[in-house]
C-alpha cells in the first residue's frame, strides 16, 4: 500500500485517539537507528504471492480455529497467537507485533530464522530499545504506522492482527483467512475494544480493495463504517 492512500486513514486514527504524530515518527526513526548497520530481512523473501494466508488473532476461538490455521500455505500471527499455535503444533510462517506482550517469542522466532515485523509507536520506544538490540536482526521487518523510510516499512494497519492482514495482502496473498478473530470479545478493555472496532472498519475497507469477502466480517457489515478517506 503506498503511503498517500494510507495516510487518510492515519490522520482519522490519529485524531481518534490523541496520538501525537512526532511520538511515532520518533519511534520510528528509532527503530531505524537500532537496525540500521544490519541487513534485516527483504518481506518479499516470505513468498506469500498467489498463496492462502491465515492471520492469527488471540482471541478466545484461536484454539478451535488452529486447524484452519494449518490447512493454509502461510500463517502470520498477531503477538500471543504465535505461542498458542506453537502450543497447538501449528508452526507461523510469521510473526506481527509491537513488543506489548511477548517480546521473548519474537526473539526466539528470529533467532530460528523465522521473520518477525517488529512495530514501532510513539508509546513502545523503551521496548524497541530494550528488546530489537537482542534480536536476530536478520530476520526483523521493521514496520511503522507513519510514513515509511528507507528502513522502516509501512504495510498499511493498526492493530497487530490487522497490519498483519495488510502485509499478507502486500506480498500479493491470493485468499486471506482470518482465525481467532473475536470483535466481541467481552474479557478485553474499553481502549482494546476500540481498537477492535477500528480493526473491523480497517479489514472491511481491505477487503472493499481486494474485491474479496472475508469470512470474519460476515454479519457484521451493515455496522461497519468505512474509514474516512477510502470512500
Known amino acids: 500500500?503506498?503511503?498517500?492512500?494510507?495516510?487518510?486513514?492515519?490522520?482519522?486514527?490519529?485524531?481518534?485517539?490523541?496520538?501525537?504524530?512526532e511520538g511515532d515518527e520518533q519511534a520510528r526513526d528509532r527503530l531505524g537507528e537500532l537496525v540500521d548497520d544490519a541487513s534485516t530481512y527483504s518481506p518479499p523473501e516470505l513468498d506469500l504471492d498467489g498463496k492462502t494466508v491465515a492471520v492469527a488473532g488471540a482471541g478466545p476461538s484461536l484454539e478451535y480455529d488452529a486447524d484452519r490455521a494449518a490447512d493454509a500455505d502461510a500463517v502470520l500471527a498477531a503477538s500471543t497467537a504465535a505461542d498458542r499455535l506453537a502450543d497447538s503444533g501449528v508452526t507461523v510462517d510469521a510473526m506481527v507485533t509491537d513488543l506489548d506482550k511477548n517480546p521473548g517469542t519474537g526473539r526466539a522466532l528470529t533467532v530460528s530464522e523465522t521473520p518477525v515485523f517488529v512495530h514501532a509507536h510513539g508509546d513502545n520506544i523503551?521496548?524497541?530499545?530494550?528488546?530489537?538490540?537482542?534480536?536476530?536482526?536478520?530476520?526483523?521487518v521493521p514496520t511503522t504506522q507513519a510514513?515509511?523510510?528507507?528502513?522502516?516499512?509501512?504495510?498499511?494497519g493498526f492493530t497487530d492482527g490487522d497490519r498483519a492482514a495488510f502485509t499478507a495482502d502486500h506480498l500479493g496473498a491470493a485468499e486471506i483467512r482470518f482465525v481467532g478473530w473475536d470483535f466481541d470479545d467481552p474479557d478485553v478493555t474499553a481502549e482494546k475494544r476500540e481498537k477492535l472496532r477500528w480493526a473491523e472498519r480497517l479489514l472491511y475497507w481491505l477487503e472493499t480493495r481486494r474485491e474479496e469477502r472475508f469470512t470474519v466480517l460476515n454479519g457484521?457489515?451493515?455496522?461497519?463504517?468505512?474509514?474516512?478517506?477510502?470512500e
Do not use: C, S
Open 1 to 21: 500500500m503506498e503511503f498517500q492512500t494510507w495516510k487518510p486513514v492515519y490522520d482519522g486514527l490519529l485524531a481518534a485517539f490523541g496520538y501525537p504524530r
Open 126 to 140: 523503551p521496548a524497541v530499545e530494550a528488546q530489537v538490540p537482542t534480536y536476530n536482526q536478520a530476520y526483523v
Open 220 to 230: 457484521r457489515r451493515d455496522g461497519i463504517e468505512p474509514p474516512a478517506g477510502t
Open 147 to 156: 510514513a515509511p523510510t528507507e528502513r522502516v516499512h509501512n504495510f498499511g
